[in-house]
């Protein structure tokens, strides 16, 4: 069973910056595109950025120039950092990877921006 553990989610102002990591126990983990999505209380889940098997990266409008993507096929791990926070950034990240018909989801880290 795929395993993805996520870590650096905290309580931040705003302005401030988090950086958020993925370690997946999947060897294959290159074949994969990895994402990161987050879901705020009575919100849809939305899919916040995406880094392909080939590096490209893609962002929701709502983040771009404050959030980056990067991956490490080295190390199967997958990170997010996030400058420049927003009370709307406030939400439970998911770190997600999926090729084909296999998609599988971390447990969730939580993200808090406020005074």
């Known amino acids: 069973q795929v395993q993805l553990v996520e870590s650096g989610g905290g309580l931040v102002q705003p302005g401030g910056s988090l950086r958020l990591s993925c370690a997946a126990s999947?060897?294959?983990?290159?074949?994969?595109?990895m994402n990161w999505y987050r879901q705020a209380p009575g919100k849809q889940r939305e899919l916040v950025a995406t880094?392909?098997?080939?590096?490209?990266?893609n962002y929701a409008d709502s983040v771009k120039g404050r959030f980056t993507i990067s991956r490490d096929d080295a190390k199967n791990t997958v990170d997010l950092q996030m400058n420049s926070l927003k009370p709307e950034d406030t939400a439970t990240y998911y770190c997600?990877?999926?090729?084909?018909?296999?998609?599988?989801w971390g447990q969730g880290t939580q993200v808090t921006v406020s005074s």
């Open positions: 997600n990877m999926k090729s084909g018909g296999r998609e599988y």
């Open positions: 999947e060897i294959m983990f290159s074949f994969y595109a």
């Open positions: 880094a392909t098997i080939t590096g490209i990266t």
